[in-house]
């Protein structure tokens, strides 16, 4: 059966959402970071960085919540998995995206607004991330103007990839009504009852 190491409540929701989304068997095993549980000589065994999530497959393990998603997509072809290789050049393209030009400046801007405690928030910092995540965002919502979905006609890997980081949005009360399209696609990525199922948790 397949481990996974971490919560659904922090990048582990992406992976969790994801094979919820397979229909596949898996032991969800949290683990308490602040603890120093990923910090165990047993546990850096299986993920010497000692982080989570962490997915183990028989003798494959993955780490880093996005490629583990892309690894499952390519382990259980079906209506997740990119259907040609262009799809899956998309597919790759997203994922590294919003790591790359989203996910740490959603975090910038949620420690310094939500996160901290209010006497070490730096506003400029904020300010700053935000802009750089409209820049960002109209990107993707540039895209999505075209096109329903991130990769093919259908929600694949790549949808759900993207989705789970721009949940952050909502999580730190990011106003991102002025990309209609990314909101439109955002709530039908986030209606799916395999990601209900953790973010109403």
Same mark, same amino acid.
């Given at each position: 059966?397949?481990? &996974?190491? @971490?919560?659904?409540?922090?990048?582990?929701?992406?992976?969790? =959402? %994801?094979?919820?989304?397979?229909? &596949?068997?898996?032991?969800?095993?949290? *683990?308490?970071?602040?603890? @120093?549980?990923?910090?165990?000589?047993?546990? &850096?065994?299986?993920?010497?960085?000692?982080? /989570?999530?962490?997915?183990?497959d028989g003798d494959v393990v993955v780490w880093e919540s996005m490629a583990i998603n892309l690894y499952l997509a390519e382990r259980h072809p079906g209506p997740l998995s990119p259907a040609s290789l262009a799809q899956k050049a998309d597919a790759l393209k997203? #994922?590294?995206?919003? %790591? #790359?030009?989203?996910?740490?400046?959603?975090?910038?801007?949620? %420690?310094?607004? #939500?996160?901290?405690?209010?006497?070490?928030?730096?506003?400029?910092?904020?300010? @700053?991330?935000?802009?750089?995540?409209?820049?960002?965002?109209?990107? &993707? +919502? @540039?895209?999505?103007?075209?096109? *329903?979905?991130?990769?093919?006609?259908?929600?694949? /890997?790549?949808?759900?990839?993207?989705?789970?980081?721009?949940?952050?949005?909502? %999580?730190? !009360?990011?106003?991102? #009504?002025?990309?209609?399209?990314?909101?439109? =696609?955002? +709530?039908?990525?986030?209606?799916?009852?395999?990601?209900? *199922?953790?973010?109403? !948790?």
């Open positions: 059966m397949i481990r &996974l190491y @971490g919560s659904p409540h922090n990048r582990g929701f992406r992976t969790y =959402w %994801m094979l919820e989304e397979l229909g &596949l068997e898996y032991e969800g095993i949290p *683990k308490d970071t602040q603890a @120093g549980e990923t910090r165990t000589p047993e546990f &850096l065994a299986i993920n010497p960085n000692g982080h /989570v999530p962490t997915l183990v997203w #994922s590294f995206w919003v %790591m #790359s030009e989203v996910e740490g400046h959603l975090l910038t801007y949620g %420690m310094n607004t #939500s996160f901290l405690p209010e006497a070490e928030r730096d506003a400029a910092a904020a300010d @700053g991330a935000l802009d750089q995540l409209h820049v960002a965002l109209e990107v &993707l +919502d @540039g895209a999505l103007a075209r096109q *329903k979905f991130l990769a093919g006609d259908a929600f694949t /890997v790549a949808d759900l990839n993207v989705a789970s980081v721009l949940s952050w949005t909502r %999580m730190v !009360g990011l106003d991102i #009504s002025s990309h209609p399209n990314l909101v439109r =696609w955002l +709530d039908g990525c986030l209606a799916r009852p395999a990601a209900q *199922k953790f973010l109403a !948790g």
